[in-house]
């Protein structure tokens, strides 16, 4: 089962990695646990993974404002994994653009 759903590639997240260049963050499945996230990121990307830390974050309420009226809604609530890999190894996203 796949766990991880897409690298998190933002602006917060790439002045982390150049603060520490072997620190990435992932938006996982909110049913996923550390274990099942660091086995799938060395699956995937051959690397070996010393941490994993996850964070869950609740829907948020959005409105706005627009001819018709107020329109509402909400967000998705996600899952996000910031995994520690071993010193020296490094994943690229960008290699399969």
């Given amino acids: 089962m796949a766990f991880i759903i897409k690298p998190l590639v933002t ?41 994993v830390n996850t964070m869950n974050y609740a829907g948020k309420r959005v409105s706005r404002y627009t001819r018709s009226g107020i329109v509402r809604g909400q967000k998705n609530a996600f899952k996000k994994a910031i995994v520690l890999l071993k010193e020296g190894e490094t994943i690229d996203f960008y290699s399969n653009i």
């Fill in 11 to 51: 602006e917060k997240m790439t002045k982390l990695t150049e603060k520490r260049p072997n620190c990435f963050g992932f938006i996982v499945r909110p049913e996923a646990n550390k274990l099942q996230i660091k086995e799938e990121v060395e699956k995937l990307y051959n690397v070996t993974v010393e941490s």
